[in-house]
């Protein structure tokens, strides 16, 4: 269902009005193929795709003009079948069905490039109660592993970093500095905006380089390795010209962003 929304959705950016025209889609029990063009398909190609189907026993979900009484035949689904599927996402319900729809099977495109992202939070109670009956293996866990580190992220970070930072901070406190709870806000702070940043490029460099795991590890390598130059010369900076090293910082952030809004669209 998620392939066919996206060929639709990508019919329409190229301007195609009644993309139905330019679709196949058939199916067995465990294997679709998808067929898309560039033009609308001919009659003798819907004939030709009819007769593989009946002699393999394929069941045709869509091809222009299909009657409901060719779909869900020789491997029968229970509604939503691909065809049901297929009449929605090509009709004027498509928003209603894609919000209505139990797993995310919304287009996929470049701002939202996973694919295989199908679970919703909303379905996990279900699923859960459905466990004795095997409902757990629709379960992304992924997206369990990533909230539970997340958890072990945050407790760790207050047992060593924070807890051990109070009473030494109390202990060593200048007069006139800030609270050590200034201080912890101010670096998880920027922490949080190095990832955001560092996520915007990821996925621009994911379309360059073409896989997502060469893009973090080209993006954080690059982040780490001028973070760690700029932390060095920052007190060098500061030493020499105290009163331009805002100035130039400011500056520095203006010209990248310049060039990821500017520049990198048109190249990747």
Do not use: C
Request: aromatic share 12%.
């Amino acid at each position: 269902m998620k392939l066919f929304a996206t060929a639709i959705a990508a019919l329409e950016a190229e301007g195609e009005t009644s993309p139905a025209r330019r679709i196949v889609l058939l199916h067995d029990w465990s294997t679709a193929t998808l067929l898309v063009k560039h033009s609308p398909f001919a009659e003798r190609e819907t004939t030709a795709v009819r007769r593989f189907a009946a002699e393999r026993q394929f069941d045709l979900a869509w091809y222009p003009g299909i009657a409901p009484s060719e779909a869900n035949r020789y491997h029968r689904m229970v509604p939503p079948s691909l065809h049901d599927a297929a009449l929605a996402l090509l009709g004027s319900e498509r928003s209603a069905f894609l919000a209505g729809y139990k797993f995310d099977i919304r287009p996929a495109t470049d701002d939202r490039p996973f694919f295989y992202r199908f679970f919703r939070w909303k379905l996990l109670p279900e699923l859960v109660a459905l466990r004795v009956q095997g409902g757990l293996v629709f379960v992304d866990s992924g997206y369990l592993v990533s909230l539970l580190a997340l958890l072990q992220a945050v407790a760790a970070a207050i047992i060593l970093i924070l807890l051990p930072l109070a009473p030494l901070a109390r202990e060593r406190r200048k007069p006139g500095a800030p609270a050590w709870w200034r201080i912890a806000f101010y670096f998880l702070f920027l922490g949080l905006a190095f990832l955001l940043v560092e996520i915007g490029f990821i996925h621009r460099f994911s379309l360059f380089l073409g896989h997502p795991l060469t893009a973090i590890a080209v993006t954080l390598a690059s982040f780490l390795v001028s973070a760690g130059v700029g932390s060095g010369m920052s007190g060098r900076f500061a030493e020499r010209w105290p009163n331009a090293a805002i100035p130039l910082a400011v500056a520095a952030i203006v010209a990248l962003g310049t060039v990821y809004i500017l520049v990198l669209p048109p190249l990747f």
